[in-house]
């Protein structure tokens, strides 16, 4: 918040280097007069700074007080997505996908329904599916476990921006391993960081899934993906649960 006691601006950084959807709203209004009329949604640029809203004293004789609450979604809500083809994202590891689409143990959300898990050891290479913008960059945080309270929001990650406004999730990447800068471009095959097991996890593995913004909403989206040998892979819940069964039987 700028300006003095009588008058205030919510001015708003978007932190994001990519668009980002941003609802700023206003409540516990005593006093109070807002310009424009809040809430209000827009959409705001990578890196962009905007003052959304002046808030001003309509009395200046009689206390006044408001309480602002900002939300964030990164992507456009124009954004669609592109029936592409993923690269497999640890390349030369082979693929042992522990939860597929509609998964029941966590992949229920409408933001990681449509999501893989890959068991990996700590340390492996983890390589773009597809080329993008690093939209974000967090990888700074330590230790896992099954407290949602506690982990759900501390898995290191790292965000693509694709050209159709699509984002791919690359999540629970090992600490100070991320090797690209937030607004770089990379490549498919690119490296960017390490798996590990940070945040709301069982084991070491990779989360991956793709992202569009719905409306102040991540939603995550069907993908096809190629294995490391070049073919299509099985990603639904069905098909990578029965493959498990097999590989655990197998003493894999």
Known sequence: ?????????????N????????????????NIATDPPLPLTVVMR???????????QADR???????LALRAIPGSPDAHHDDVEYGWPLAGYPVRIHQGFDGAFSHTGEE?????????????????ARDG?????QDDYYGAGLDKEKFATRANVVRVLHKDGSMAIYAHLKPESVGVQAGKYIYAGQKL???????????????????VNRGMRLVSVPFRMRGPDGTALQLDAAATDATAAKRTAAGE
């Open 15 to 30: 932190h994001f280097a990519g668009p980002a959807q941003v609802e700023l709203s206003v409540g516990d209004v005593r």
């Open 46 to 56: 990578a890196g962009e700074e905007r003052v959304l809203a002046s808030l001003q």
């Open 133 to 137: 913008v690093v939209m974000e960059v």
């Open 112 to 128: 990681s329904r449509y999501a893989i898990d890959v068991a990996a050891e700590e340390g492996t290479p983890v390589a773009a």
């Open 61 to 67: 004789g009689q206390p006044a007080g408001f309480e």
């Open 193 to 211: 960081g390490e798996s590990g097991n940070t945040g709301y996890s069982t084991g070491p593995h990779l989360h991956f899934c793709v992202q």
């Open 1 to 13: 918040m700028d300006g003095h006691d009588a008058q205030r601006q919510a001015r708003v950084f």
